[in-house]
């Protein structure tokens, strides 16, 4: 810039940190408190809550809880090894994944789960950090067989998947059970006056060759019709404080926890068992969790005691 | 962050910006554009107490929530001592933050340019604490390059709150007089000669050239100015000045123009007897008066606004007298289990439905 060595050290001293210093040098003031006498509106503001909250008694709930860990184990955390740095000048998109709407209570919350993505990511490293309980789904009655119904997991069944941003359908063709989905909503769309709708292979796309809108709604869409809403809220370059670790991404930040249903019995477990028709159950129908279940239904060499039919069930808060 | 931080955060925007707009509307009055002049009006009003007495889990909200409600008073329409005003605000918020690591800075896409443009007004006018502090800024990281002002969060809002920015801080319209200044009008004049000259040399009549080929006002120079000056004579009346007293530092210092053309500069402004207009750096040491009423933030019309509802317990208790052994039971738990019954048809008829009370 060109001015001398005395107007440096002029203005270092005059726009250093001491000339914040509300306080004197020798008292450290005490943070957590609002100051006596305050005379700014926030700081009165804050007084009345502070005073309020004191006279309740709320401790920490679960939720703050694990929102807190989270975040302690994801700010700052750099990489042991220097090839899994996250190199200087790379995109971060926050990707907002909303749980599928099946329920009516739905007008305050919005129950989502926040991904934090590098723009070298594919999108098919985002499906796979998307966690739906319907992948887990079985179908098919297992009264008769209960052991064999880990075998049937939906998500193997059903690989297809799809992504649908600005225009362009991305499918999901790494397995070769993968059918293309898409091609149902682009012929019908042909039908009608829509503009044409182009596909894309998920693996092969990166978020940094697509073009998005940011908290423009799009779609992701697996196992035929379990459909998610999926919204950029924030794109930014890296910075030092964020998590630097390449192999961290793709980044958890934030999670909807559903309250679970658990089991009729002993209602400690989380049921995993559908029961309907059932001469022992209490209700029809009913949930038990594992043990209880098989305690109650077969008998020790595991011969099924009178007539019921049981599915096995996945609650909607399975991956809280 | 949670969705939860930011619906907390809202309850205390209101009172945030209210005290950011305090504290700049009283760096407004010091018309200085100094640190030391911002670093005293922060140490009196004790403004880094702001950030005490937050809980821990809010901290960063809270941070997020103040930086942001400051940087926009960094951005245009306001004028540029509210600018620099607000550049200082963030310096100072940033250092004064309880959260720790730091939150930063968000610094949009769009806002670039407007950002060096501001600097390099800065440095024109040798606003040396300014460019220190933008560029101290920068070294310490405290910006993040963000494709959006602030991180989107859905939330539904019953009455949907419009904050009109501050009238006091808003830079006055300087477009007419940018767009014709003097240099502008020189060259037009200029010109304006030369054509003259030459439609006279090529005519054949030497003195009275031909009515056809008049296609030019002949006074349209003058017509400019005289719009121009009109246009700020009427600015400054909207300002509730009378004369103008500043006119030794008025007068811009950017022209270098040539001996004639501060000839004519002399003239024109002897004829109209008030000082140019400053250039943006300067233009805080103009004299205006303030308008003494000033009010802290707009107070909009508050729409239709919805009386809360009690809730459905308070109504009932409310509204339903009960007396001793009744309300005992009532308020301990039913022991009844089976209070509703299917829609179809059991199959077997052998399960039987038992009730127990």
């Known amino acids: 810039m060109g001015i001398g060595a005395d107007t440096m050290a002029d203005l270092k001293s005059v726009c250093s940190l001491d000339s914040l210093r509300c306080h004197p040098v020798d008292q450290p003031p005490d943070t957590d408190f609002v100051p006596p006498d305050p005379t700014l509106r926030t700081l009165i503001q804050r007084k009345k809550k502070q005073d309020h909250r004191a006279s309740l008694k709320i401790c920490k709930n679960r939720h703050d809880l694990y929102a807190d860990e989270l975040e302690r184990l994801t700010v700052g955390r750099k990489p042991e090894e220097e090839a899994d740095m996250v190199p200087e000048g790379e995109v971060v998109l926050t990707i907002n994944v909303y749980y599928p709407a099946t329920f009516e209570k739905f007008t305050y919350v919005r129950p989502h789960v926040t991904l934090l ?111 998610h809403l999926v919204i950029i809220t924030d794109i930014r370059l890296t910075h030092e404080n964020d998590c630097l670790d390449k192999k961290l991404y793709p980044l958890l930040t934030h999670k909807h926890r559903v309250t679970t249903q658990k089991c009729a019995v002993c209602h400690v477990y989380i049921g995993r068992w559908f029961t309907t028709d059932d001469q022992f159950a209490p209700s029809d129908p009913c949930l038990f969790c594992d043990k209880c279940f098989r305690m109650l239904h077969y008998d020790a060499e595991g011969n099924k005691l009178g007539e019921f039919l049981a599915y096995p069930y996945v609650d909607r808060g399975a991956f809280n | 962050m949670s969705v939860k931080g930011f619906k907390e955060m809202d309850f205390y925007r209101k009172q945030v910006r209210s005290d950011c707009v305090e504290l700049l509307s009283r760096f407004q009055k010091t018309d200085s554009v100094r640190f030391e002049v911002f670093s005293n009006i922060w140490r009196e009003m004790k403004f880094s107490h702001i950030f005490y007495g937050t809980l821990n889990r809010e901290k960063r909200a809270f941070s997020r929530l103040i930086l942001d409600t400051a940087y926009s008073f960094f951005l245009p329409p306001f004028s540029f001592q509210i600018r620099v005003g607000g550049l200082y605000l963030l310096y100072c918020l940033y250092q004064c933050q309880t959260a720790s690591p730091p939150e930063q800075i968000r610094l949009a896409l769009k806002d670039w340019l407007d950002l060096s443009k501001f600097e390099k007004d800065a440095v024109d006018a040798q606003h040396l604490d300014a460019v220190y502090i933008l560029r101290q800024l920068m070294f310490q990281k405290a910006f993040n390059f963000t494709a959006m002002p602030t991180v989107l969060v859905y939330k539904k809002k019953r009455k949907v709150e419009k904050s009109a920015p501050c009238e006091e801080f808003m830079e006055r319209a300087t477009r007419p007089q940018e767009l014709i200044n003097i240099e502008l009008l020189e060259e037009l ?54 004369e103008d007293e500043d006119s030794d530092e008025g007068t811009s210092s950017k022209q270098e123009c040539s001996k004639r053309a501060e000839l004519i500069a002399s003239i024109k402004s002897k004829a109209f007897g008030e000082a140019a207009e400053a250039p943006k750096s300067r233009r805080h040491r103009q004299v205006e008066v303030n308008q003494t009423n000033y009010e802290a933030g707009p ?59």
């Open chain 1, 117 to 227: 993505m590098t723009g070298s990511h594919s999108l098919a490293e985002l499906r796979d950090a998307i966690c739906c309980v319907s992948d887990l789904q079985v179908c098919g009655e297992f009264s008769n067989t209960p052991d064999m119904a880990p075998d049937f997991i939906s998500k193997d069944h059903y690989k297809s998947a799809f992504f649908y941003f600005e225009g362009v359908f991305y499918n999901d063709m790494r397995y070769p059970e993968c059918q293309d989905i898409s091609i149902t909503t682009i012929e019908w769309a042909k039908t009608r006056n829509f503009p044409a709708y182009s596909q894309a292979k998920m693996e092969d796309t990166r978020f940094v060759d697509l073009k998005l809108k940011v908290g423009f709604p799009y779609l992701y869409c697996h196992q035929g019709d379990c459909e």
């Open chain 2, 189 to 242: 004049s200029n010109i304006h000669e030369l054509y003259g000259n030459l439609k006279s040399s090529v005519s054949l009549t030497s003195e009275q050239a031909d009515p056809s080929f008049n296609l030019v006002r002949k006074d349209l120079i003058p017509q400019l100015r005289s719009t121009v000056m009109d246009f700020y004579k009427w600015q400054q009346r909207k300002d509730g000045t009378d």
């Open chain 2, 299 to 357: 107070s909009h019309s508050s729409g239709y606004s919805r009386r809360n509802k009690p809730s459905l317990k308070t109504r009932t208790n409310e509204n339903l007298y009960i007396s001793g052994d009744l309300w005992k039971e009532v308020t301990t738990a039913t022991h009844i289990s089976r209070l509703t019954t299917l829609d179809f048809v059991r199959k077997d008829p052998r399960i039987a439905q038992g009730k127990t009370s």
